[in-house]
């Protein structure tokens, strides 16, 4: 059994507003204190092969969302007996009720929950890892009126970041949902209003049930207008102007709720039509992790409906959505770079080095306009898809000139090492993708320009000796000299920065070049390249 939880953080106690973000982390991969961990990362780990998470669901497993199987419904939790901070019991367990009631109001779908009561005991920091059981069957919703609870779990002085968590545990073995658990602080009760509370866990128990984040309408978050949130559907990945709107779910909230958890196809049918298709490269390969969006004509606003290409990790770029009836324009779209980590939408969006980041697409619509009616379903949609940035000189070559000896032995490593590995196409991926801002820095900065030649033309000296013999290894004084241009880069340029933070991540560059030729198909030959 696996445990997925959703954490909600605010950065700033008392100063939330326009600060709060939505995350998801494994727990397993939070810093935890005492002797809780070994306990702690026994009855949560996250990570394993089969299971992985999705824009539209939350998880997909054997080819299909992760759901709550239908015997197991109406899902039945039970409430802590104590108070939620500056609410009483009585006020808490209503807000619950009513957060689940939402996702239970969407008549198309056929999840149901029902509150059996209370739990047995006052819940406390000192007893919140005996509900983390997924043999219990209880589905708790804990009241952390002091943050005992979330200091227990993530350390001391989380209880002032972390809002509260959900999630619900997975059965390797079928793919389904067994238990859920939700922890809510009580201390956010002093600065947030039951709207806003409400608002946050209607958002977390669309994670508790299975739904993931969707990526709609992202330029009115944050952009100062309160009145335009209404226009932000329920599950959007991070805090908007106003949380408050965000109680009361949008279209694409009930469209991917349906989708996990239909009704009969008579009820589906009668109010939505489908889109089904993929998303491909020109060059007949599929693409991963897009945002694929589908606007009604006469109801651009409200009426959006989305889903992630190959969000079911089938290597095909597959979509479908549900639509309620009507003529559509279809496009697709880049995963915002933002919604990554904690806050990312599908499942290919984990760090900047994942598909969605790597090899982005151009926002392209579709070339002619659907008409979709109830019941009814359009398929072999395919949508070509083109980089969304555009080639430009190889900084290798700017620095170097496109003739260089210094210039082959990088082209060479580039076709015969590189393109030969997986690992390795991802890096030359990353390279394109940052190649006009690593050429922006270059014309912009001549000491950068200067250091980086003069870096480049050693490293490819020592890089064709380490070609023909993997062992030998980069010569300390040149790892210092790539430090010290690291540095250098990632003073000069934010963007460029947090890439090399993410590669830095990957190890000992000695190490990592030895490992990718040792995995090339053949050694690159090590005669010299004119």
């Not at 992985?52 to 409430?79: D, H, I, K, M």
């Not at 330029?219 to 100062?224: L, R, S, T, V």
């Not at 200067?450 to 064709?464: D, G, K, P, T």
Request: aromatic share 10%; net charge negative.
């Amino acid at each position: 059994m696996k445990w997925y939880l959703r954490i909600e953080y605010s950065k700033g106690y008392h100063k939330f507003k326009n600060k709060k973000y939505r995350c998801v982390y494994p727990l397993c991969h939070m810093i935890l204190q005492g002797a809780c961990v070994a306990t702690f990362c026994a009855l949560i780990s996250f990570l394993y092969s089969n299971i992985s998470c999705a824009g539209g669901p939350l998880n997909t497993a054997f080819g299909r969302s992760v759901v709550y199987q239908e015997l197991s419904l109406p899902l039945a939790y039970r409430v802590d007996q104590g108070n939620l901070g500056t609410l009483s019991n009585a006020q808490a367990t209503a807000l619950v009720d009513s957060c689940f009631a939402v996702w239970q109001a969407v008549p198309t779908a056929r999840i149901s929950f029902v509150n059996e009561g209370y739990l047995s005991e006052d819940v406390a920091g000192s007893n919140v890892f005996s509900y983390f059981n997924d043999a219990d069957g209880l589905n708790p919703i804990l009241f952390d009126s002091d943050g005992s609870m979330v200091d227990a779990v993530f350390g001391i002085g989380a209880k002032d970041s972390v809002i509260g968590f959900a999630g619900s545990d997975v059965d390797q073995a079928t793919g389904y949902y067994t238990e859920g658990i939700a922890v809510i602080n009580g201390r956010f009760s002093e600065v947030f209003s039951y709207e806003q509370f409400k608002a946050t866990f209607v958002h977390e128990f669309g994670h508790f049930i299975g739904l993931d984040h969707c990526q709609i309408n992202t330029p009115y978050a944050g952009d100062g207008d309160t009145a335009n949130d209404i226009y932000l559907p329920t599950m959007f990945p991070t805090a908007t102007d106003d949380d408050t709107s965000l109680s009361t779910l949008n279209p694409d909230d009930e469209a991917a709720l349906t989708l996990l958890y239909p009704q009969s196809p008579a009820i589906v049918d009668a109010a939505y039509g489908q889109i089904k298709g993929s998303v491909k490269w020109h060059t007949g390969l599929p693409v991963l992790g897009a945002n694929i969006v589908a606007v009604k004509v006469g109801d651009e606003m409200m009426s959006r409906f989305s889903s992630v290409s190959d969000y079911f990790q089938q290597d095909t770029g597959a979509f479908e959505m549900l639509v309620t009836p009507g003529t559509y324009r279809l496009y697709i779209e880049p995963i915002t770079r933002s919604f990554t980590g904690g806050s990312r939408v599908g499942p290919y969006a984990q760090t900047l080095l994942s598909p969605s980041f790597i090899k982005p697409v151009k926002t392209t619509f579709y070339n002619t306009e659907l008409p979709v009616g109830t019941g009814d379903t359009v398929q072999n949609i395919i949508i070509t898809a083109r980089p969304s940035r555009a080639s430009t000189l190889c900084p290798a070559e700017l620095l170097l000139g496109t003739t260089a000896q210094a210039t082959g032995v990088l082209r060479q490593f580039r076709d015969s090492v590189l393109a030969a590995t997986p690992l390795g196409r991802r890096y030359i991926l990353l390279y394109q993708t940052y190649s006009p801002e690593i050429n922006s820095l270059l014309m912009r900065n001549a000491a950068v320009r200067r250091l980086c030649r003069s870096v480049l033309r050693v490293f490819a000296r020592e890089l064709q000796t380490i070609m023909g013999n993997p062992e030998a290894g980069i010569s300390p004084k040149l790892q210092q000299e790539i430090h010290v241009l690291c540095q250098t880069i990632g003073a000069a340029s934010p963007t460029l920065r947090t890439v090399l933070n993410i590669i830095n991540h990957n190890g000992d560059l000695s190490t990592m070049l030895s490992q990718l030729i040792k995995a090339a198909p053949l050694h690159a030959n090590t005669s010299t390249v004119e």
